[in-house]
């Protein structure tokens, strides 16, 4: 699989050839988006609404066709052997495509670039030796600064060519990072290419190490459920849920370089503090009882406990009649609503209906003919309103937490035989609270009033869900985000042995369990691309302690030298800060970014160490640039973040950041893990056992 680089420029050239089906494509493209800009809608829209929307949708289809100087067009070519989907006629010339980004086509309406997401494209991803589904070459395309420079092509049905790992394809994989997290449309592989097409009507759940391409795997396949079902997800709404702000920066520009804009996205933090502003913060301790599934029961009870059976018949007047409704119908009804188990909200509204319907009946009975205008006036008559507001009275969801969290007595009666008595002194205030609005409410109190919220009226539901990180969410944030796709679909991420919260999951069948999408099938990606093999191997030492069972990454990547583990003068803190500054100037000496990682105690020394020497650095999700490489990251804000080089400072002193010793190890392991191209560990302090 010989790779080509440039040598003239003759038109028997195929590097030449190549580089004007680029121009030309990319002058197609310009010219498909003159012709949206230059539409006219004066004369198709009714009225200005139509014409808001319309011209809404040409703005974004216009922002769609923007070419990217930095993004190639297209990055690989198919020659099939057949013209697709015709009958196989004998010595018949096959169809050659062009794969990329987005669709392109010429004057005529005929393809010049074929989306990666469309079926004649998929042979790019799956094709092999073993079945080359009809494709006798791939071409493989590689660029320098937007500029195409070689081509390497694979013969996938000639019997004298041997498989190699394709250069280009590991040249890609391992480019230089600079700026936000880039797509890996050019080099997914065929375990990646089958989650990324999976249907939308089932849920998949991603188990990676570090490396797999687990993160770029679930937002190429929001990119392509959008593809396959454009209409439905816009109708419905897709959603990417992401651990924290920086995270979220990181990732932002990867849909939007696969031509999708209009993807939403947002931590759980950002799902659940609608009605409520986040002030305070819980203890370990507490915020494990309150992120327990066991809640959601505490707080059905506590809403429930507000119905009270009825005492007294309701007396409607209608003119000069009066209509009784005796105490024991009543009560056939709360206990009908009670047993359906509606939304409460919905059965507060529905229980003035039923008794308004019970005077109907005896109205009709006495000879009247009343009809669905006269039920909406007796449901709205005082003596109802009063019936309901005794019976079923409104329930305001962030008093009821109030008082579950401030009332002892509240809460033991409806905790009694699910939580301990330790643990409901674990969650109660110790100060009481006087308002909603004068409350320091915890993330964890957010979440719950988000599941009380939900109990009163119905949570609105998604098309289609991406949760990443998703090892480290509690049971009841799984449950707030199978909520927003309980009629929709969701694609899970996360790492188990990346799991760094006190509440991280056990398994991915009791966080999907508690998701509501137990049926979702469970991949396990293996093959490592980014982190190099000496270091995967470094950090797979913690896997036996963090994560029993587990499968190792194996990575494809042989980088020798990407590993130093070295000591400085123990416990002189001075000298460690030293060793810090110049192992980073020896990786700025590199190309790409530098990431210095440290436990977030660390972080001021170390930033005050880098301004003395004269380095300027970044926090985390502000985007590395050619001028500014280096990022000073706290160990809890590593997940998820890459780096070509990594400074790892002190790994003892990441460990002891974290309330126990197991998610300590959890929290180094996603530190060493954060390499593309090189790994400097740095210590004073004895380096935990399991690395020794």
């Known amino acids: 699989m010989p790779a080509h680089e440039h040598e003239s420029d003759t038109t028997t050239d195929p590097l030449a050839h190549?580089?004007?089906?680029?121009?030309?494509?990319?002058?197609?493209?310009?010219a498909m988006r003159e012709d949206a800009q230059a539409l006219n809608i004066r004369d198709v829209t009714a009225n200005w609404v139509n014409a808001a929307v319309l011209q809404a949708q040409i703005a974004d289809r216009i922002k769609s066709l923007a070419d990217l100087s930095h993004t190639p067009l297209f990055f690989g070519r198919l020659d099939y052997l057949h013209v697709v989907g015709a009958a196989q006629a004998e010595g018949a010339e096959g169809e050659q495509f062009y794969i990329g980004r987005r669709h392109v086509h010429d004057a005529d309406g005929d393809p010049m670039v074929i989306d990666w997401r469309a079926p004649v494209s998929q042979p790019f991803y799956r094709a092999s030796r073993k079945d080359p589904l009809d494709v006798g070459q791939r071409r493989r395309f590689g660029y320098t600064g937007g500029e195409l420079t070689a081509y390497e092509d694979e013969h996938l049905t000639d019997p004298t060519e041997t498989a190699q790992t394709s250069k280009l394809l590991q040249a890609e994989i391992e480019r230089p990072r600079v700026g936000p997290m880039r797509d890996i449309v050019a080099t997914i592989q065929p375990e990646q290419d089958e989650i990324v097409r999976s249907e939308l009507g089932g849920s998949v759940c991603v188990q990676g190490g570090p490396g797999t391409g687990k993160t770029a795997v679930g937002l190429h396949r929001v990119a392509y459920l959008l593809y396959a079902h454009r209409e439905r997800l816009a109708r419905t709404g897709t959603l990417v849920i992401g651990p924290n702000r920086s995270f979220l920066h990181y990732i932002?520009?990867?849909?939007?370089?696969?031509?999708?804009?209009?993807?939403?996205?947002?931590?759980?933090?950002?799902?659940?503090?609608?009605?409520?502003?986040?002030?305070?913060?819980?203890?370990?301790?507490?915020?494990v009882v309150k992120g327990d599934a066991r809640m959601a029961e505490v707080l059905r009870r506590a809403i429930r406990s507000h119905v009270t059976m009825p005492a007294e018949p309701v007396m409607v007047v209608r003119g000069s009649r009066r209509w009784r409704v005796p105490a024991y119908e009543i009560e056939e009804m709360v206990k009908e609503l009670l047993a359906r188990d509606m939304r409460y909200g919905a059965a507060h509204e529905a229980l003035p209906q039923r008794i308004a319907h019970a005077v109907l009946v005896r109205m009709e009975e006495a000879g009247e003919a009343p009809d669905d205008r006269v039920q909406n006036a007796v449901a709205r008559t005082p003596a109802v309103k009063a019936a309901v507001k005794a019976i079923w009275p409104a329930v305001e969801p962030s008093k009821l937490v109030l008082r579950l969290l401030s009332d002892p007595e509240f809460l033991a009666a409806h905790a009694d035989g699910l939580l301990s008595e330790d643990e409901q002194k674990a969650i109660v205030w110790t100060k009481p609270v006087r308002s909603v609005k004068s409350a320091k409410w915890s993330a964890a109190d957010a979440v719950l009033i988000d599941e009380a919220n939900d109990l009163v009226a119905r949570t609105h539901s998604l098309g289609h869900v991406v949760i990443d990180e998703a090892q480290d969410l509690s049971p009841m944030q799984y449950r707030a985000v199978g909520r927003r796709c309980s009629t929709g679909s969701a694609t899970v991420l996360g790492d188990l042995a990346q799991g760094t919260t006190p509440w991280s999951t056990q398994s991915w069948e009791q966080?999907?369990?508690?998701?509501?999408?137990?049926?979702?099938?469970?991949?396990?990606?293996?093959?490592?691309?980014?982190?190099?093999?000496?270091?995967?191997?470094?950090?797979?030492?913690?896997?036996?302690?963090?994560?029993?069972g587990l499968a190792a990454v194996e990575s494809v990547r042989e980088s020798p030298g990407s590993l130093s583990v070295r000591a400085v003068g123990a416990a002189d803190t001075g000298a460690l800060d030293a060793a810090v500054v110049a192992a980073c100037e020896e990786s700025l000496e590199q190309e790409g970014s530098t990431g210095l990682i440290a436990a977030d105690a660390r972080v001021p020394a170390l930033a005050a160490a880098l301004t003395a020497a004269g380095h300027t650095y970044l926090s985390p999700g502000q985007e590395t640039t050619a001028e500014s490489r280096l990022t000073l990251v706290p160990a809890s804000l590593a997940k998820g973040l890459e780096y070509d080089y990594v400074v790892l400072d002190e790994p003892a002193a990441v460990v002891d950041g974290e309330p126990d010793e197991r998610t300590g190890l959890r929290r180094l392991y996603v530190a060493l893990t954060r390499a593309v191209s090189g790994l400097i560990v740095l210590h004073a302090a004895q380096l935990p056992a399991e690395l020794s």
């Open 18 to 30: 190549e580089r004007a089906h680029l121009a030309a494509s990319r002058a197609a493209l310009r």
């Open 252 to 287: 932002e520009q990867v849909l939007p370089a696969l031509g999708e804009l209009e993807v939403k996205q947002a931590t759980v933090d950002d799902l659940v503090t609608a009605h409520v502003e986040v002030r305070g913060a819980d203890e370990a301790r507490a915020a």
């Open 511 to 548: 966080a999907l369990h508690h998701l509501g999408k137990s049926d979702a099938v469970v991949e396990e990606l293996t093959a490592g691309f980014r982190v190099p093999r000496e270091v995967i191997a470094y950090a797979s030492r913690l896997l036996p302690v963090i994560s029993p």
